[in-house]
C-alpha cells in the first residue's frame, strides 16, 4: 500500500519508540504502573510541564478526553466545544454517556474558540432548570489544522476561571501545535491555564498511548479510580509508559513534530500551484484541507487513502506523518496534476 494522506494514526512506530518497548522487555517487574520504567516516564513528563502536573497514561485519545472530562464534570455540568470538535463529531457520544453530560456546542469556522463564541452558553448559572457550564474545551491543533497561540489560550482561559469554569485541552496533535509555534511544552499548556490536557502520543510516532495531564493536585486525586474504571489502566504499563520517555527524551517528540509539519506546509505550498485546487485553512500544524473536483478526489482515492472531510463543498483532509517523506509529497502532487488534468 502507498503511503497515503489519511491519517497520522496510519504511519507505523518510530524506531527509537520501538528500541524502548524492547529494553523495557526485559524480566518481570510490578504491573498497572507500580514500576521504574512508569515512574521514569512521570518524572520526564514533570520536567517539561513542571511538578504541578500529575500524570497518567493511557491507551487512547477517546479513553483520556473521557477521563479527563470526568475529572471537571458532574453530570448536570456542561462542556463547551466546537461543533468539529473531536469530542462531538468522532467520539460515538462517548464523552455525553460516560461523563452524563452535555456538549453545547458553537460554529467555528477556522476551529478555533473565542471567548465570544463561547459567551452564548454562558448563562443559567444556578437555575435549577438549566444545564450548567462548566468547562470550555478547545483541540489542539484543532480539527481543521489551526493552532491556538498562547494569548487566546490564556483569553479562554482568564474567561472560563472568571466564570468558575475550567479549560480542558484535547491534545492528540499537541507536539504538532507546539512545533508550530516554536513554544514549549509548558508554555501553551499549564502556563497558559489549561486545567487538564491530553498530551497525543499516537499521532506522533508511538504504537500507541496518550498521557492526561491535571495540572491541580485535587482535581487528580480522582483520576486513579476512574482510569480503571474506564478500562483505561494497564496491566503491563511499562510498555506504554516507556514511549513518553523515549519520545520526551532529546526532544523527540519536536523533531517528529516538527519534520510532520514541514511536510504539510510542502504539501500546502505546491498544491496551491495546482489550478482547481483551493487550500481552504492555513497550514499550520501537520495536515492540509482543500477543495477539489469531486471527479477529482474519486481517481486519487483509488491511488491513496485520505478522507473527504466535508462532502458537500468536496473539501478533503490530507495529514502528513513523522514518516512521510519528500518524495511522497512528490508523488500525490503530480497524481493530483494528472487527476485534475484528466
Known sequence: MKRGFASDNNAGVHPAILAAMVRANSGHTRGYGDDDYTREAEGAVKAHFGESCHPFFVFNGTGGNVIGLQTLLRSYEAVICSE?????????????????????????????????????????????????????????????????????????????????????????????????????????????????????????????????????????????????????????????STQFTAILENDLWLQSARHANGMAKLLGDQVRQIPGVTVTQDVQANAVFAVLPAEAIETLQSEFSFYTWEATRNEVRWVCSFDTTEDDVAEFVAAIRRALAS
Open 84 to 240: 468539529n470538535s473531536h469530542i462531538h463529531v468522532d467520539e460515538c457520544g462517548a464523552p455525553e454517556r460516560f461523563t452524563g453530560c452535555k456538549l453545547l456546542t458553537v460554529p467555528t469556522p477556522d476551529g478555533k474558540l473565542t471567548p465570544e463564541l463561547v459567551e452564548r452558553h454562558m448563562h443559567g448559572f444556578g437555575d435549577v432548570h438549566h444545564v450548567q457550564p462548566k468547562v470550555i474545551s478547545i483541540t489542539q491543533a484543532t480539527e481543521v489544522g489551526t493552532v491556538y497561540t498562547v494569548p487566546e489560550i490564556r483569553a479562554l482561559a482568564d474567561y472560563a476561571h472568571g466564570h468558575g469554569c475550567y479549560l480542558y485541552m484535547d491534545g492528540a496533535r499537541f507536539a504538532n501545535a507546539a512545533a508550530s509555534l516554536g513554544a514549549s511544552l509548558r508554555e501553551i499548556s499549564v502556563d497558559a491555564g489549561i486545567d487538564v490536557l491530553t498530551f497525543g502520543g499516537t499521532k506522533n510516532g508511538l504504537m500507541f498511548g496518550e498521557a492526561l495531564l491535571v495540572f491541580h493536585e485535587e482535581l487528580a486525586k480522582s483520576a486513579p479510580y476512574l482510569r480503571k474504571q474506564a478500562m483505561q489502566l494497564a496491566s503491563k504499563m511499562r510498555f506504554l
